[in-house]
Nanobody, 122 residues
Framework: VQLQASGGGLVQAGGSLRLSCAASGSILSINRMGWYHQAPGKQRELVATITRGGSTDHADSVKGRFTISRDNAKNTVYLQMNSLKLEDTGVYYC?????????????????WGQGTLVTVSS
């Protein structure tokens, strides 16, 4: 199983970006998916999560600016980022709770993407 994040780049403050994260491999189902942000020199923090049914939760710092969504048919999660601020700069990682079929049965593991860099300039 692999998660491939994309969509990062350089954007001016106040601008927008849309991140995507596609999961591939021998996937039975994907439960909760999420986006995390790691600013330079800081710990990774949760930005937003979404369940398979579409229930979402966003960190207070991004409420009203970022929106997480997913396309279950494409095994893809998105993060629409609007009104970007300088402090949004950093690497964004996606993660998913993914069920796979193993010899011992169905196993749920958490998988991480490689991260995509977002740089917000003034």
């Amino acid at each position: 199983v692999q998660l491939q994040a994309s969509g990062g780049g350089l954007v001016q403050a106040g601008g927008s970006l849309r991140l995507s994260c596609a999961a591939s491999g021998s996937i039975l189902s994907i439960n909760r998916m999420g986006w995390y942000h790691q600013a330079p020199g800081k710990q990774r923090e949760l930005v937003a999560t979404i369940t398979r049914g579409g229930s979402t939760d966003h960190a207070d710092s991004v409420k009203g600016r970022f929106t997480i969504s997913r396309d279950n048919a494409k095994n893809t999660v998105y993060l629409q980022m609007n009104s970007l601020k300088l402090e949004d700069t950093g690497v964004y990682y996606c993660a998913g709770e993914i069920s796979t079929a193993q010899a011992v049965g169905t196993i749920i593991n958490e998988y991480w993407g490689q991260g995509t860099l977002v740089t917000v300039s003034s």
